[in-house]
């Protein structure tokens, strides 16, 4: 059982980005540009935020600043599907050695986030975390709608309900 938040955020990010990398691995491979809503992001696009979203938020609570307009060495999108889910590996790898790195304690800190203060730890858990959980399930919907099957991420999909039975 963990014996702190850092520890227990790392467990929960651990869990979540197997899942995200099940999900990018299943992308419809011919389908990067796919976009079911004209002014939002393809389906290529929306994969890598994933990676966006642990390389800025891990960097910004790491060193307390976030520069978002920053060009995160390793951060460029790739351009074929095949390329995105281990592209977001070597991210997330980087990513969780920056945060492991931290101690305990600098979850309590406070650090400017969107022009407010924000307790690092709450950063990790909603903006980082929870942020990307949420953008997963758009892309399980995208992944859908361009003709895929995502595999399930807290259960099984009906796909995979199927073959248990069979």
Do not use: C
């Amino acid at each position: 059982m963990p014996s702190n938040e850092l520890e227990m955020f790392l467990g929960s990010w651990d869990h979540e980005a197997k899942s995200t990398e099940r999900l990018l691995a299943a992308l419809p491979p011919t389908q990067y540009d796919f976009r079911p809503d004209p002014k939002g992001r393809s389906l290529g696009e929306l994969a890598w935020h994933l990676a966006e979203v642990d390389a800025f938020i891990s960097r910004g609570v790491a060193s307390g600043t976030f520069k978002f307009d920053e060009k995160i060495p390793g951060l460029e999108r790739p351009r074929v599907i095949a390329e995105l889910a281990p592209g977001y590996k070597r991210v997330h790898a980087t990513s969780v050695a920056t945060i492991k790195a931290l101690k305990p304690d600098h979850l309590d800190k406070q650090t400017s986030f969107m022009g407010r203060p924000f307790r690092n730890g709450d950063l990790l858990w909603n903006v980082l975390l929870h942020h990307a959980i949420h953008h997963r399930g758009q892309l399980v919907t995208y992944t859908r709608l361009a003709g895929g099957v995502p595999p399930g991420m807290y259960g099984p999909t009906r796909e995979e309900m199927a073959a248990m039975k069979a």
